[in-house]
């Protein structure tokens, strides 16, 4: 008898190993998202950045695991585009609205400006003490060439209809009406990144005047501003929350079929005038990009 009872714990066990580990009961399973990058609309294969359609799946699918009570996302991105931010951030709050599933914010290096507006979305925002957090504000940066082309004998033609078409162009001297149109659209953009804190954060935040100058804290002096909820880690955290058992699932993108594209496959002679464009877009992308972490010492 005692023989059988053996086999049948056994037989159990090893059915139970061959399940999904989401689908065993002998502790929550918790989907875990890693959103990394600058915040933009374009990048690569071998530039990836967070945009809507590069991180929709991944909460898709995380928010798709029934039985999990919540979704962690652990952020670290220095900020970038605010739609993107802001579409981010609603696809989030939509999901964790309708699937009814909690969602903790975990910070990494950093969430600042459009990756602090991602961390909204949270239910719970937690930091490591040394996180950089904050930085609510805007900010718009180009570069200007008004001479460039005169110095290298080319002659730019521009037909335009309506006298504003050319509004902050980069081979003109620049204008101060052009300069005060865009402080005002930056004024507006700021007023809602600012209306999006208080409705998040609500009574928790204090009462300091460079609270939303765009300046940036640790994770330590976060959490007294109100910014942040608790210091700890993602495995920690969890695991007080949901007990030792609790186990935590990553989801990643999907690789194709093939494996991601590796540097260098495209096809000799490929190189065309749209792809030289497309590469020369990527590169100004990329130093946007270096610029955005390195002010935040990164």
Do not use: C
Not at 63 to 81: Q, W, Y
Not at 170 to 195: C, N, Y
């Amino acid at each position: 008898m005692q023989r059988l009872q053996r086999a049948g714990v056994e037989m159990a066990g090893f059915f139970r190993k061959l399940m999904p580990k989401r689908f065993r009961r002998d502790g929550v399973t918790i989907p875990a998202i890693r959103l990394h990058g600058a915040i933009m609309a374009g990048g690569s294969p071998l530039r990836p950045v967070l945009n809507l359609a590069t991180v929709a799946p991944l909460l898709e699918k995380a928010f798709s695991v029934k039985e999990a009570p919540a979704v962690a996302i652990s952020i670290n991105s220095p900020g970038g585009s605010p739609v993107q931010s802001r579409l981010i951030y609603q696809r989030i709050r939509d999901l964790a609205q309708e699937k009814r599933k909690r969602v903790l914010i975990f910070v990494e290096d950093v969430a600042a400006s459009g990756g602090y507006m991602i961390a909204l979305a949270g239910d719970e925002i937690i930091a490591d003490p040394t996180s950089i957090v904050g930085s609510i504000g805007v900010v718009s940066g180009g570069f200007g060439f008004p001479d460039l082309l005169k110095k290298i004998g080319v002659e730019r033609r521009v037909y335009t209809a309506g006298e504003n078409k050319v509004v902050l162009d980069p081979f003109q001297p620049e204008k101060e009406r052009d300069i005060e149109f865009l402080k005002g659209l930056q004024l507006e953009i700021h007023d809602i990144f600012i209306q999006m804190v208080k409705s998040r954060r609500g009574s928790l935040l204090a009462d300091h005047p460079d609270l939303f100058s765009g300046l940036f804290w640790t994770g330590q002096r976060g959490q007294e501003l109100g910014l942040v909820d608790a210091l700890g880690d993602i495995r920690g955290e969890v695991k007080k929350r949901y007990g030792e058992k609790a186990r935590l699932e990553l989801i990643q993108p999907a690789r194709s079929l093939f494996g991601r594209r590796q540097p260098g496959a495209a096809v000799a002679g490929a190189i065309t005038g749209p792809l030289v464009a497309s590469a020369a877009a990527g590169l100004v992308e990329a130093v946007e990009e270096r610029a955005l972490w390195a002010r935040f010492g990164l």
